[in-house]
């Protein structure tokens, strides 16, 4: 974990390990469905206080809780139009292979790169911790392989610059 980034990060464990206290909840309008409350969003009495988690306006977190769900949209960093467009195409690529990650959205909120849904059968089939420890890890290696595009495409185009530049040499 970057320096940097190691107290936004924590705060994001910290406070995902608060929210994800989620049990099994039978819909109050269905007999015998189980929806999760925070995508149907009609009882306000079953839902949670949002909290933003904002390293600065480019890069953030929106936690909204349940009592039988939690969606966690992510704002990715994104300083300059290089950055911008290769988020969007890593947020895409990402996006169409959502069945692969159980708890990835297919469309992310409003505002936000990319959404994750966790429900009560997420918790109860799997651990919490490493939950939480899955989330922050994809952070990190979103903002590491976002870095590492940007990289790749500066080398690359000071090699075609330079090959070019050569004819007039």
Known sequence: MATAHRPYLECIR???????????????????????????????????RPVVISRNENERVLIEGSVNSLRLSIKVKQADDMEQ??????MRFLTQRAENFFVLRRKAMPGYDLSLLITNNHTEAMYKHKLVDFVIQFM????????????GVNSRGRVVATEFLKQFI
């Open 14 to 48: 910290h406070t995902l390990n608060a929210a994800l206290c989620l049990e099994s909840f039978a819909c109050m309008e269905v007999e015998r469905h189980t929806k999760p409350e925070i995508e149907v969003g009609r009882n306000q009495e079953v839902l949670l």
């Open 140 to 151: 990190e290696d979103i903002d590491k392989e976002i870095s590492d595009m940007k990289l």
């Open 85 to 90: 467009f290769l988020a969007r195409k890593f």
